[in-house]
Antibody, heavy 120, light 110 residues
């Protein structure tokens, strides 16, 4: 059964870079039918799609975050990562990694999420 | 892109039916039959309940159904059960490999 696990610092200072990694187990990140996704949920708010990456490295980002976001993939480690630069308090959120299944256009598997707080 | 609009909360008694709306625009919900719905228990991983507007994955109760009219998609839960109490999110394709979620709806089973 596929499992996704987010990891990274829970606290980040304003203006610094948020870095998270998602480790995929129980399946290959190099499968052709999937994209690998980052989604976040600020406290008390809804979900926000950040972007996704194909195993070949093709990336697509939310236009509102595009200038600050980089998603990368390491197929040798079955991991993908998120970097968000110049963070502010508005970037405080529960960050989820997930899998997008292209044939049905759905986010079909999610991690439990990791809380990142931006604070000095 | 702006978040899809959902009611903040809905409620119903066991056995009743409820409908959660998800309103977008002609650029997202209205243009694509790529609306999905997610059930989220706080502290747990979200779970998809409906995809491509009306399709239900195996393992999801047939009490859950989806529909769309114009720029508004809807999730209907019939025969409400206590276990249905959760947050529900809609999501739509926006084009150019980008996606938008709704603000979420808290379902309370009275």
């Amino acid at each position: 059964q596929l499992q996704l696990q987010e990891s990274g610092p829970g606290l980040v200072k304003p203006s610094e870079t948020l870095s998270l990694t998602c480790t995929v187990s129980g399946g290959s990140i190099s499968s052709s039918s999937y994209y690998w996704v980052w989604i976040r949920q600020p406290p008390g708010k809804g979900l926000e799609w950040i972007g996704y990456i194909y195993y070949s490295g093709n990336t697509y980002y939310n236009p509102s975050l595009k200038s600050r976001v980089t998603i990368s993939v390491d197929t040798s480690k079955n991991q993908f990562s998120l970097k968000l630069t110049s963070v502010t308090a508005a970037d405080t959120a529960l960050y989820y990694c997930a899998r997008y299944f292209t044939p049905t256009a759905v986010f079909d598997s999610w991690g439990q999420g990791t809380l990142v707080t931006v604070t000095s | 892109q702006s978040a899809l609009t959902q009611p903040a909360s809905v409620s119903g008694s066991p056995g009743q039916s409820i409908t959660i709306s998800c309103t977008g625009t002609s650029s997202d919900v209205g243009s694509y039959n790529l609306v999905s719905w997610y059930q989220h228990y706080p502290g747990k991983a979200p779970k998809f309940m409906i995809y491509e507007v009306t399709k239900r994955p195996s393992g999801v109760s047939n009490r859950f159904s989806g529909s769309k009219s114009g720029n508004t998609a809807s999730l209907t839960i019939s025969g409400l059960q206590a276990e249905d109490e959760a947050d529900y999110y809609c999501c739509s394709y926006v084009g150019s490999n980008t996606w938008v979620f709704g603000g979420g709806t808290k379902l309370t089973v009275l």
